[in-house]
Structures are given as structure tokens and as C-alpha cells.
């Protein structure tokens, strides 16, 4: 069960260009190992204009994307943690992409955790966010600690 009350909504338009993105995490200190526990339960694609929750079996490029926000985040961090995803949702191709899925968890987790980014890293990290749309990035998987794309 989802407390919606977790959930980090990204809404920006940008130069014209929507982005999107609702992530739900449970995120706990670790004595041991930073951990990610993939929980998701939504339902996928349904219907047209109808908001997409991400299900176990299927948005892998989404859920990539969720993990290297995480990892880049842990990064960061002094701590050890333990994150449940428990909700992802969005609308591909139109609002949502892995990039913007993957800004939106570092994001939730920065909230969660009182994460302080510094302001240079967060303007890198918004810069390469906003871009993409840009050169069919839309379609690839981000590498938030490169700033890249792995494919």
C-alpha cells in the first residue's frame, strides 16, 4: 500500500517542453549497504490520456533511470540507505521520460533525506534534465553521476 502523501510530483514546462514525473519512496538509514527494494504495483498504459503507473514487468528504461537517480544520489551521501520505490508514474513520450523520472527520485530522495545538493551540481543535474528532449535523448537512460546517457 502506497502513502500518497510520499509522493514527489515534478511539473515544470521548460522552453516549451513539458516534464513530468510522480515517484513514491520509503527511504530508511542502513547500518550495512545502500539497498533499493523495487516495489512498484501500478497497472502501465490503460488508456489515452490517462496517467501511466509503473508495474512490475515492463518500463525497464524508467526504472534503469530510477536506480542510477538513486545511486547518484547515495553518492552524495555520508549515510547508508535503504529506499523502497514504491510508486512511478507518468505519461511517455508526452510528459515523461527516463531522465526526467530518474530527476524527479534524486529529488524525493534530497526531500526525504535533507540531502543538500550544492548549487553547481544542481544546475548540472537540471541543465541535462531539461535537454532531454533533445537529439532523441528521450528514448535513452541517463547517467546522472556522467551527466551521459548509457545508450
Known amino acids: 500500500m502506497n502513502d500518497d502523501k510520499q509522493d514527489f510530483k515534478l511539473l515544470k514546462v521548460k522552453n516549451g517542453k513539458p516534464f513530468f514525473a510522480i515517484i513514491n519512496l520509503e527511504v530508511y538509514k542502513s547500518d550495512f549497504e545502500n539497498e533499493i527494494i523495487e516495489e512498484y504495483c501500478g497497472e502501465g498504459w490503460l488508456r489515452q490520456s490517462v496517467i ?6 515492463g ?4 526504472k534503469k533511470a530510477v536506480k542510477n537517480g538513486l545511486e547518484f544520489a ?3 551521501s555520508t549515510e547508508k540507505w535503504k529506499v523502497k520505490i514504491k510508486k512511478m508514474e507518468g505519461r511517455i513520450a508526452t510528459d515523461t521520460n527516463a531522465t526526467i523520472v530518474g530527476f524527479a527520485t534524486i529529488l524525493a530522495f534530497c526531500e526525504q533525506t535533507n540531502l543538500k545538493l550544492d548549487n553547481d551540481a544542481m544546475e548540472r543535474i537540471e541543465n541535462f534534465t531539461f535537454k532531454s528532449w533533445e537529439n532523441k535523448n528521450d528514448e535513452k537512460i541517463p547517467n546522472f553521476l556522467n551527466l551521459d546517457y548509457e545508450k
Do not use: L, R
Open 59 to 62: 518500463y525497464e528504461d524508467w
Open 74 to 76: 547515495f553518492s552524495k
Open 52 to 57: 501511466e503507473s509503473v508495474p512490475m514487468k
